[in-house]
């Protein structure tokens, strides 16, 4: 039995590399956390399995809203991978992204994106701080519009990507 009301959706199983990937990338969501900053992280693999990019959430000790964790690993690939290596690649991410990190993939020609914790699980563990009120719109509703296509696969390893929050959004 699910510890989520039936309402959630149910978590995405994953295969071997997709699992290590998207652990490193809430690895990185604790480092954010250790730093100051809201605990997000991401990375970002080419086809060749081979790690193109890892970042973490900066927005509190850079004071820069854009600098989400999907953000700052899309940053990175821009200076040296090309739209068809991004095409093949996938974005890990500790957290469903945000309707801005959703745009953000899609103009970057990103062709997969694999998260763990959903929008929806994520507002419960800060629902009820205004500051902390978002956009209620899925990725995958912002993907699902896109002119080339983008496979968002989420929610997954719902208990590893959920802890990162334990506690802090309460503080």
Request: hydrophobic share 40%; with cysteine; proline share 6%.
């Amino acid at each position: 039995m699910s510890a989520y009301p039936p309402a959630f959706d149910e978590p995405t199983p994953l295969g071997e590399t997709d699992t290590l990937f998207l652990r490193q990338a809430i690895a990185w969501a604790c480092t954010a956390r250790a730093r100051g900053n809201h605990p997000f992280g991401a990375v970002v693999a080419g086809a060749d399995g081979m790690l193109l990019a890892q970042a973490y959430c900066t927005t509190t000790e850079s004071g820069d809203p854009t600098g989400h964790a999907e953000m700052n690993a899309l940053r990175q690939l821009s200076r040296h991978l090309t739209r068809e290596a991004r095409a093949h690649a996938t974005l890990y991410t500790s957290a469903e992204p945000c309707a801005m990190c959703a745009a953000a993939i899609f103009w970057s020609g990103i062709g997969r994106v694999v998260f763990g914790i959903d929008s929806q699980r994520l507002r419960s563990f800060h629902s009820n701080r205004h500051a902390q009120r978002d956009l209620d719109l899925s990725c995958r509703d912002v993907l699902a519009t896109a002119t080339h296509p983008v496979e968002c696969l989420g929610p997954a390893l719902l208990e590893e990507s959920s802890a990162p929050h334990t506690g802090f959004w309460s503080a």
